[in-house]
């Protein structure tokens, strides 16, 4: 039953990673821009709701700071990161990560090192009975349901709407793009927007359940990066099973050790790596 | 008249007289100036040295790893490992931290090349975290709260650290020899030709992945043995620092803002990181605020890098670039 | 006033001039070949009409607008469409998502999906195949039907027939009277001659950069292209 348990909890952990990796892995099928900032981003949407909380209403914050999350993405993304893309890997990889070392010590001053969290009354400490010892904490089932729904809703969104499909052409060919009217720094603004977006959902829900402090962003990346390797490039509902595979690694390592949670993830990580580089869902089509 | 090709130019001829000049002054530092200044010149040529092997990675070898801290880390505890446990001189500890952290580069090399450009760059930064979170695990190197180095134990602290500045000095002309004699050498002539098109390179019969791993392990030795020559310095050896994704932060950062693709660029970047570190290290997080903000300025506004700003690419003081030249015959 | 009036435009690609004072007008309705061979320029002035690349002088008037300050991606909502050498497909994307992307500009017109399926019975074919595994010819039609989505006044196309077999062409090249029958003008470029004198009213040569013959196409004589084409006699 321990065991279950533990799978269980890695699972909706994994819908989390997921949250957060979607996002990471949105703007690099769009750009092939890696944000090392992204980690970073979602910390900051934690500190901001935390703020606003403190000032007035939880879900109000919330409300307000995701679309601000988004509209930092895409102004950041046309003012900064669109220059840099025309000049090859390294410079957006520089900016962004000069991105995550403003952020952080910008976090730093502000709220020192000390870990918080976002107080949610009864969300926080709320769960559902499945038997007599198995119980699921009905914040991670809404954070394991929020990232299912983001992934769909993203699906829906590249594959089904105008917007969308403009922005798969952008990422097939940006020039070619532009020949039926896409303005392709617009539509690199959207993706960060959205990635941003996307962050700023995971950071709140972590902070929601989680201590956190100025420094998580860096592990977080990291966390969305494994979900992404391991899931499969390119692929949307790859990474959603990548973050539930990492979830559940960590889970079942941390349950024969607590030292040993993180590591195993790692182990998985290297595993995949090394026996299925191209993850467990590969992207299909062609280019 | 023709036209002939040439290694050098006149600057570089000229240049080279002016180096002689500025190692010998380097040498005679220890005779003449305070330990402080040693200290920090120790600081100076490791900045120089991770700058010039990062550059040589991403800039020659068209990796770029946000990871490299990693064969830093392995190079500190490697010789933490042979002078501590194993009873070896500084030198020899030295020379095999650098072998040992090129060595395990190699099966590192085949997991990490799987993957590419950004998601290269991350991978290394993983693996970095995971060498770090096996490390801690020998309590014979430290476990989680770090390791001293025992090496100088019997040393009186002017010597040691005169010692120390020797060394630096000799490994830094060490690594900037060796990367000039690389690029003059085929190997080099390779790189080039993968920084500028590796598919092209491929069909020309370069052996892409070769080279690019030939490079990744050399400069893990570098790195290795700037690790070493940080534990030397510290005398002590930490996981999360001498892990530290800061050092690359610091490497990026110096040779972006120096130049990237250039020998002279990372010295330059290094000497004016090494300014601005010392200038604003009192004022704390507000320091890394500025120095990131420096950065994305610097990267849209001079992609070449300071030296390229200065420059405008087309002055080289090492002569590793094709010349044309006019000459008469006869 | 014409559709579209080319003055004196030049053209560099860095250092190099492409394009040596070329000037052109193009009526409603009417279908232009512009010929030559490789390297003369021909790409280069569509690239410059179609807002890819800046002229170093010289003006694009488009439905008496002076195109300078219009970006390429805004000359589409203009009525400006290209199809580029190489086709350019999405290649991660259906035949049917391609065209449909191509009507992202939201110009209304004849051309819709049913209309460009029915021009194209072969597209209609392919259509749920990727853009990835479609053949030359389909590519080429694909590209078209693409552009066409767009509802374009002027339709530019660059190097039809380029890599594709003879019955293929012939097929692009008779869907052009479709095209122009709903409307809009072409101005083509072209290496094969005949095709594109057949398919067009009027013609001009370029030779390195320069307009040396231009007319109507059913009375240029074909010894003038020819010389014209090889730069034999031409100063």
């Not at chain 1, 409300?63 to 890997?89: C, D, E, F, T, W």
């Not at chain 1, 969308?164 to 993706?191: C, F, K, Q, W």
């Not at chain 2, 020998?138 to 040393?155: E, K, R, W, Y």
Request: net charge positive; with cysteine; glycine share 10%.
């Amino acid at each position: 039953m321990v065991w279950t348990n533990a799978l269980l909890q890695g699972l909706l952990t994994g819908g989390l990673y997921a949250l957060l990796a979607s996002g990471l892995s949105l703007v690099f099928g769009v750009m092939r821009i890696v944000n090392l900032a992204h980690g970073d981003f979602s910390i900051l949407a934690a500190f901001l709701v935390l703020t606003v909380a403190g000032q007035s209403n939880l879900w109000l914050g919330t409300i307000a700071i995701l679309p601000v999350m988004a509209l930092l993405g895409y102004s950041l993304q046309r003012s900064l990161l669109n220059k840099s893309i025309s000049m090859g890997v390294l410079s957006p990889l520089l900016i962004t990560f000069a991105f995550s070392i403003i952020i952080q010590n910008v976090l730093l001053k502000v709220f020192s090192s000390d870990t918080r969290s976002i107080q949610t009354d009864s969300l926080g400490s709320s769960s559902i009975k499945i038997t007599d010892s198995i119980y699921i904490g009905l914040l991670p089932l809404l954070t394991f349901a929020i990232g299912v729904l983001l992934t769909l809703a993203i699906h829906f969104y590249l594959m089904r709407t105008r917007g969308g499909r403009a922005m798969r052409a952008t990422s097939d060919d940006p020039t070619a793009a532009e020949l039926v009217g896409i303005n392709n720094r617009h539509i690199y603004g959207l993706a960060t927007g959205i990635g941003l977006f996307a962050a700023g959902i995971a950071g709140i829900l972590f902070g929601m359940r989680t201590q956190f402090s100025p420094s998580l962003g860096p592990i977080a990346l990291i966390f969305a990066f494994e979900a992404v390797i391991i899931g499969g490039l390119g692929s949307l509902w790859g990474t959603l099973l990548g973050g539930i595979v990492l979830g559940v690694a960590q889970s079942i390592g941390a349950q024969i050790n607590p030292a040993y949670g993180v590591l195993t993830g790692h182990i998985v990580f290297i595993l995949i790596l090394l026996i299925r580089p191209q993850g467990l869902l590969p992207k299909q089509r062609g280019k | 008249m023709s036209t002939l090709i040439k290694r050098s130019s006149k600057v570089s001829n000229f240049a080279i007289p002016i180096f002689g000049l500025t190692l010998l002054a380097l040498f005679l530092v220890p005779s003449t100036l305070d330990m402080s200044y040693q200290v920090k010149f120790v600081d100076l040529f490791v900045l120089i040295i991770i700058a010039t092997m990062w550059n040589l990675l991403a800039g020659f070898g068209g990796l770029v790893s946000v990871g490299q801290q990693a064969f830093i880390g392995i190079g500190a505890y490697a010789l933490v490992a042979f002078t501590n446990l194993r009873g070896l001189e500084v030198i020899p500890g030295l020379i095999l931290a650098a072998l040992f952290t090129g060595l395990l580069a190699i099966p590192l090399s085949f997991l990490v090349f799987r993957l590419k450009g950004g998601y290269f760059a991350i991978g290394t930064w993983v693996i970095a975290e995971i060498i770090k979170l096996i490390v801690v695990q020998f309590q014979s190197l430290g476990g989680g709260a770090g390791i001293s180095v025992a090496v100088f134990a019997d040393t009186e602290r002017e010597s040691r650290i005169r010692f120390v500045y020797l060394a630096a000095l000799v490994v830094a002309i060490v690594i900037l020899v060796s990367t000039f004699l690389l690029m003059r050498s085929r190997l080099g002539l390779a790189l080039t030709a993968i920084r500028d098109d590796a598919t092209a390179a491929g069909t020309l019969g370069v052996n892409v992945t070769a080279a690019q791993r030939a490079v990744f392990v050399l400069v893990a030795m570098g790195f290795g043995a700037a690790g070493a020559l940080i534990a030397l310095t510290n005398l002590r050896v930490q996981p999360d620092d001498i892990f530290s994704v800061n050092y690359s932060a610091i490497m990026i950062f110096i040779v972006v803002v120096g130049g990237l693709g250039t020998i002279e660029g990372p010295i330059l970047g290094a000497i004016l990181f090494f300014f601005l570190q010392d200038q604003l290290r009192d004022y704390g997080s507000i320091y890394l605020i500025i120095l990131g903000a420096f950065a994305i300025i610097s990267v849209l506004v001079a992609p070449r890098g300071l030296w390229g700003l200065i420059t405008r690419d087309k002055v080289s003081l090492f002569p590793t670039r094709y010349v044309v030249s006019k000459k008469r015959e006869g | 006033m014409a559709l579209l009036e080319i003055k004196d435009v030049t053209g560099h690609y860095g250092d190099l001039q492409a394009l040596f004072g070329i000037s052109l007008t193009l009526e409603k309705g009417a279908v232009h070949s512009v010929i030559g061979a490789n390297g003369a320029g021909k790409s280069t002035l569509l690239n410059i009409i179609a807002g890819r690349m800046k002229p170093t002088s010289g003006s694009v008037r488009f439905h008496g607008e002076d195109l300078s300050h219009v970006s390429g991606h805004k000359r589409v909502q203009r009525g400006i469409s290209l199809v580029p050498e190489g086709r350019r497909i999405f290649p991660s994307l259906t035949v049917e998502e391609n065209v449909k992307v191509g009507a992202y500009s939201k110009r209304s017109g004849y051309w819709n999906v049913d209309t460009v399926r029915e021009l194209y019975p072969l597209v209609a074919d392919r259509w749920a195949r990727l853009g990835f595994h479609c053949s030359g010819g389909e590519l080429q039609m694909l590209a078209i039907a693409r552009a066409l989505m767009a509802n374009p006044d002027l339709l530019l196309i660059d190097e039809a027939s380029l890599g594709l077999a003879p019955v293929v062409v012939a097929q692009v090249y008779a869907s052009l009277g479709q095209i122009t029958a709903q409307g809009t003008s072409v101005l083509l470029v072209e290496q094969d001659v005949s095709q594109a004198l057949r398919a067009s009213t009027t013609a001009s040569v370029l030779l390195e950069g320069r307009s040396v013959l231009s007319g109507k196409s059913d009375e240029l004589q074909r010894e003038d292209i020819k010389n014209a084409y090889f730069g034999i006699g031409v100063q």
